[in-house]
């Protein structure tokens, strides 16, 4: 009797888990489906993999911004918000598009995504360029330098933004740095004692309190951004590390892309920093009369470029920034440029693209031929394969890795930022991307994006055909287990 308790039991303690926690959290189905195969067929180690990978993250606890005040971004956000509903706003939306209006209402009814007219902005694809124009801003900060990184080496370029910044420390500037705690794990502890030991404020965030231990593992800050005197902002696809200045035999050539922005668009950048910063650091920063113009100084009538800042992260639930590819996806009447690392779109962003290529819109998608995570690397083929045979390019970079995010429509709008075309980034990391309303700069991204595509190969059904039984063995596998990466 006892014989057949002990299975029952089991049993029913996986329904109840399955019925009381996955289902509850509403989790969409693939990844539902896919958690209950995980649990159904590991027990124990499948609940203890649901607990660290698996679980959402609290918003009372976890990112609750300890009563985050009000900054000013957000009461420009409201201002703007409610002039849109009582359509006060003048001349508030590019060219008078109205597909275009559709998508910055779309953006700017997601709390914080500030459509904004007055900017400059200069395009990087070089991590070598960029980052001695980022010296350059650092050596001339005159109050404060806020840099939020995923990877932060302690590497040669890692060594010298730390000169850098221990530079700017010395001439009394105020330095903070928002590194995640998985993503710069290799990060020298020695080193980054001395950055806080010279006056450097670091915070790591989700910290992990053991080393790969912690029940927020799968939640990453995947953001990049820089501010600088509240002036000049940075943000992209760049981590700090010698790979992304092509100094690794092992990716090569690295291909990415990032902006340096001046203008009123540095209110989405700041505001993004704070907010994230004062949701880990012991003591956060508070904006009050004596510091607000030091914190948020851009420069007003700077430029003319467009800009419009979308953030997505696990807490809000709400995929912004997919869901602002997949409006500018159904947008496209000509063309859709796209590089993306990591190819493992869900099934709405899989559908748009089909239903582009299929209703004649040239549709070319650039991703890696190196693998830097396998899993991701075979069912980013696996995706690639299904996408080809609907009439969508597939333009494998075979010059070293593609880490660019970037999407082209029409060559009119287009985005540069974090977030890559997958599952982790629209659901599970924080993210923050630009989006461009301006034709010239657009067209200038697709210039970059097309003068890659020598340096790459075309997918074909033939090649594709030619890959051997274990090769489909891990795509499959991969495929099965995408929703969880």
């Known amino acids: 009797m006892i014989s057949y308790l ?13 019925i009381f926690v996955v289902f509850r959290e509403k989790k969409n189905a693939a990844t539902l489906w896919t958690w209950i195969f995980v649990i159904t067929v590991f027990n124990f180690f499948g609940f203890i993999l649901y607990m660290f990978l698996g679980k959402k993250l609290s918003k009372d606890r976890i990112f609750s911004i300890k009563a985050q005040q009000r900054l000013l971004a957000m009461e420009k956000y409201e201002e703007q918000q409610a002039a849109i509903v009582g359509e006060t706003y003048p001349n508030l939306f590019f060219k008078g598009d109205r597909e275009v209006e559709q998508l910055i209402t779309q953006l700017n009814h997601n709390r914080g995504a500030l459509y904004t007219k007055h900017n400059e902005a200069l395009l990087y694809t070089n991590g070598q360029e960029m980052f001695d124009k980022m010296f350059e801003d650092i050596d001339n900060a005159k109050h404060h330098i806020h840099l939020e990184y995923y990877i932060f080496k302690t590497d040669k370029i890692g060594l010298a933004l730390l000169d850098h910044l221990h530079a700017a420390l010395k001439r009394g500037v105020k330095v903070r740095l928002l590194i995640d705690s998985l993503g710069a794990r290799d990060a020298n502890k020695k080193e980054m004692k001395k950055f806080v030991e010279a006056g450097g404020e670091l915070t790591w965030f989700f910290k992990l ?15 990049k951004i820089v501010v600088i005197d509240g002036e000049i902002g940075y943000t992209g696809g760049f981590n700090v590390g010698d790979e992304y200045l092509g100094y690794s035999e092992r990716y090569k050539q690295w291909r990415d892309s990032a902006l340096r922005v001046r203008g009123e668009i540095i209110l989405s950048l700041q505001n993004r920093f704070l907010k994230d910063w004062n949701s880990q650091a012991d003591h956060a920063i508070k904006v009050n009369d004596s510091n ?16 419009q800042m979308v953030n997505s992260d696990p807490v809000i639930e709400k995929q912004n920034i997919k869901f602002a590819y997949l409006k500018m996806i159904n947008m496209a009447k000509k063309e859709i440029l796209i590089q993306t690392p990591y190819l493992i779109p869900d099934q709405t962003i899989c559908d748009a693209l089909v239903l582009a290529a299929q209703s004649g819109v040239d549709v070319t998608i650039q991703i890696p031929s190196i693998r830097d995570h396998i899993i991701v690397y075979w069912a980013t083929y696996s995706y690639a394969a299904e996408l080809m045979d609907a009439g969508v390019k597939i333009e494998i970079y075979d010059r ?17 930022g974090s977030c890559n075309m997958d599952y982790r980034s629209f659901m599970l990391d924080f993210e923050g991307n630009l989006i461009i309303y301006n034709e010239e700069l657009s067209r200038e991204v697709a210039r970059s994006i097309l003068d890659e595509s020598p340096n790459c190969h075309v997918l074909t059904p033939e090649e594709y055909a030619a890959r051997s039984l274990i090769v489909k063995f891990k795509e499959i596998i991969a495929r099965l287990v995408a929703p969880m990466l």
């Open 209 to 223: 309190f053991l080393p790969m231990i912690n029940p927020r593992l799968i939640y990453r800050l995947h953001r």
């Open 6 to 18: 002990v299975p029952i039991t089991l049993w029913t303690i996986k329904i109840l888990f399955i």
């Open 292 to 307: 607000v113009h030091e914190l948020f100084n851009p420069q007003e009538d700077i430029g003319q470029i467009e800009l």
């Open 400 to 416: 070293g890795f593609m880490h660019s995010k970037a999407i082209v429509i029409d060559r009119e709008i287009s985005t540069i």
